[in-house]
């Protein structure tokens, strides 16, 4: 079974003033002795949105606390200004060299080291949504989820590729985070996203 995780947020803000017209509508109820107790200048509609996509908390994090530590293991660390490069890095690349493709799903290696997590928000910010594949995961299995959920690519995190002998296009991690970043390309994938993009995907057992 598969289950899709999406992200539902919206945040608008709106103020709206009173024309001229209503005050005047106003004061002339004043002039006339009607009970009016409250005189309306301007109304303020707020409605404090939910950001579009978890990239947008991400952003709002890192332009707050740049040198802040965002995540680590036991071999190194990452702050949150360097967790943003990388992911945009991985996310140009992916973008360029998959045709453009958006909301398709690519797996990820996953290992108890920072890069997966790191490959996760680069695929977000590719347009597409990640599915967490564990390193350790028998090729045979790995091998059906292919050709159940048909990913456009996998990115490998360690040496000990899992997705080797597969059908699957695989990038390296290792490469792909040295890759130029197109803020062009980011700005075109971002004008394009909704609310209702999927995020990941997780291929249970059952």
């Known amino acids: 079974?598969?289950?899709?995780?999406?992200?539902?947020?919206?945040?608008?803000?709106y103020k709206v003033f009173i024309s001229q017209y209503l005050k005047d509508f106003i004061e002339f109820f004043n002039?006339?002795?009607?009970?009016?107790?409250?005189?309306?200048?301007?109304?303020?509609?707020?409605?404090?949105?939910?950001?579009?996509?978890?990239?947008e908390y991400l952003e709002e994090t890192a332009k707050n606390y740049p040198k802040k530590i965002a995540i680590s293991d036991n071999n190194e660390f990452i702050t949150f200004e360097e967790l943003i490069n990388q992911s945009k890095k991985i996310g140009?690349?992916?973008?360029?060299?998959?045709?453009?493709?958006?909301?398709?799903?690519?797996f990820?290696?996953?290992?108890?080291?920072?890069k997966s997590i790191v490959a996760f928000f680069g695929v977000l910010?590719?347009?597409?949504?990640?599915?967490?594949?564990?390193?350790?995961?028998p090729l045979i299995r790995i091998e059906n989820m292919i050709?159940?959920?048909?990913?456009?690519?996998?990115?490998?995190?360690?040496?000990?590729?899992?997705?080797v002998d597969s059908n699957s296009k695989?990038?390296?991690?290792?490469?792909?985070?040295?890759?130029?970043?197109?803020e062009i390309n980011l700005k075109e994938?971002?004008?394009?996203?909704?609310?209702?993009?999927?995020?990941?995907?997780?291929?249970t057992s059952g």
């Open 1 to 13: 079974t598969t289950q899709i995780i999406t992200s539902f947020y919206y945040y608008i803000y």
């Open 31 to 55: 002039r006339s002795k009607l009970l009016i107790n409250m005189k309306l200048w301007y109304i303020i509609l707020e409605v404090k949105a939910v950001k579009l996509s978890v990239l």
């Open 92 to 106: 140009s690349f992916l973008y360029e060299n998959l045709d453009k493709k958006r909301n398709q799903p690519i």
């Open 108 to 114: 990820v290696e996953v290992q108890k080291s920072l």
């Open 125 to 137: 910010y590719s347009g597409n949504f990640y599915v967490p594949i564990d390193g350790e995961t």
């Open 147 to 163: 050709n159940t959920i048909e990913p456009i690519c996998s990115i490998s995190i360690t040496k000990n590729n899992p997705f």
């Open 170 to 182: 695989v990038f390296d991690f290792e490469d792909i985070v040295l890759n130029d970043i197109d």
């Open 189 to 203: 994938i971002r004008d394009k996203s909704l609310d209702i993009d999927p995020c990941y995907l997780i291929m």
